[in-house]
T-cell receptor, first 113, second 112 residues
């Protein structure tokens, strides 16, 4: 089945220790997104790639970076995680067309100790 | 400032009855609206969508209604089933390939 895969599902890191979250897709979609969702809040977009074009949201902290080495993979790098970065990180993909439904992966739950 | 609002944090419904989940938005430039369902520890699953040029879209037990003049949309689930118990997010966007703006979600509980 075509899908969006996120690894790991659960990630524990220490305060200030860099961490990388991974997303891959078999849908061959042009656009890949990273959202952050904190408890009882709406998912919030951090940034997205339209093909190779990187689009950063204005209020995304510099501590968050992303890489998309090819169509299938996208990474979220948190350079120095703080306690406030503990959240669910959701990857999504879409075609970028007019009826542009975003399909989400299962998420990675990040804990910062 | 929330552009997409789901004012009811929770809704309880009996099995077999209708569930109506509501969503209001403020940005008149939104052109596409979606509903997602989310179980604990999982990512949101796409349910149904509607373009701003339509006022209704139906898929099985799920129907979404859009009232552009009121900037309001609703999701109807008929009949409700216990497996429908989840958090439902309303989302909107104003351009293809850009961010979805989500509401905070409504937790639906369907009792048997």
């Amino acid at each position: 089945d075509a899908m969006v895969i996120q690894n790991p599902r659960y990630q524990v890191t220490q305060f200030g220790k860099p961490v990388t979250l991974s997303c891959s897709q078999t849908l061959n979609h042009n656009v890949m997104y990273w959202y952050q969702q904190k408890s009882s809040q709406a998912p919030k977009l951090l940034f997205h790639y339209y093909d190779k074009d990187f689009n950063n949201e204005a209020d995304t902290p510099d501590n968050f970076q992303s890489r998309r080495p090819n169509t299938s993979f996208c990474f979220l790098d948190i350079r120095s995680p703080g306690l406030g970065d503990a959240a669910m990180y959701l990857c999504a993909t879409s075609t970028g067309g007019s009826a542009d439904t975003q399909y989400f992966g299962p998420g990675t739950r990040l804990t910062v100790l | 400032d929330q552009q997409v609002k789901q004012n009811s944090p929770s809704l309880s419904v009996q099995e077999g009855r209708i569930s109506i989940l509501n969503c209001d938005y403020t940005n008149s430039m939104f052109d596409y609206f979606l509903w997602y369902k989310k179980y604990p520890a999982e990512g949101p699953t796409f349910l149904i969508s509607i373009s701003s040029i339509k006022d209704k879209n139906e898929d099985g037990r799920f129907t979404v209604f859009l009232n552009k003049s009121a900037k309001h949309l609703s999701l109807h689930i008929v009949p409700s089933q216990p497996g429908d118990s989840a958090v439902y997010f309303c989302a909107a966007r104003n351009q293809a390939g850009t961010a979805l703006i989500f509401g905070k979600g409504t937790t639906l509980s369907v009792s048997s």
